[in-house]
């Protein structure tokens, strides 16, 4: 019979822990091998001595950390490419989540776990589409574990921005965008609706922006609007930090249309606190329905939630015959503005 997952695969302080292959995915601490789901803060920590990752994680991590703080050892993984790693089979496939995202499939001795990371089903033209794997034990995680929480369909949303633009074809329109996925996402969205103007970038947001063209991520014409005069920002779309656009740095725009593209703009109140004029729901998270239908087409009997709001998936999980489980892994969803 072929062992459960859980006689192999333990959370731990430091994160999950695979114990026949001797790793950990998406350590929070320091550890001596981690394998990396993508390039967020919150998943891609430094101070490890061997890493694995995609190429593009790990060439994120090393724009985001440093060369010397990406892993003593760096290891790429093509996504489908398998390996063997003490008595564990590994492989990555796409998470659908940020450029390079992937989710780990680990198989031992007859069963398999998939660790999903952090991952969406809607479309982005910035990044490979999430791969459901039929596995024993899935690990997902649950940052719009509510019903409360359904997208939109992403054209809306971009159409909803394009209205605004045409209403007001001279207030420079501010976009809050997380800096590694949300905001290339949002050029490459607006370019694949036929936007073909300079879109003018905070300097926080220039060097991954950068880093996805040299990966092969077209995003057109790109300026900083840092050194750009107010005449040319008069009308363009400029994208920012969520923190900044409420910030000094907003002040060089003329009566900007502030924008802030998350999923947490589904909550209203939290759009006005935020003196958001121009709630735009598009997220890089799986919502309440995509989370439910990926159980679905992963078709495991048992569920692991790693953060978020684990309470509610596991019941409805545990109506629909899946069992759920817990894991309250501390130090996940920490990049608030990652949504």
Known sequence: MAPHPETWLQPRPEGLYCIPGGFFIDATRAVDRAIITHGHADHARSGHQHVLASAETLAI????????RAGVTQQALAPGEMLRIGAVDVS?????HVLGSCQVVMSYQGSRAVV???YKRHTDPTCAAFVPVACDV????ATFGLPVFRHP??????????????IFPDRPHLIGAYGLGKSQRMIALLRAVGYDAPIYLH?????????????GVPLGDIRSATVADKSSLRGAVVIA???AVADRWARRLEDPVVAVASGWMRVRQRAKASGVELPLIISDHADWDELLKTA?????PEIWVTHGNEAALIYQLGKLGRRGRALSLIGYGEDADDT
């Open 153 to 166: 369909a992403t054209g809306k949303e971009i159409a909803k921005l394009l209205h605004s633009m045409a």
């Open 296 to 300: 679905e087409d992963v078709q495991a």
């Open 203 to 215: 300097g926080a947001l220039a060097k991954l922006c950068d880093l996805y063209v040299e990966l």
């Open 138 to 141: 899935f690990v997902t995680e």
């Open 61 to 68: 991590m090393r724009a985001r950390l440093g060369e010397g």
């Open 116 to 118: 999903s990371g952090d």
């Open 241 to 243: 930090p969520p923190s």
């Open 92 to 96: 990555l496939v796409p998470a659908g």
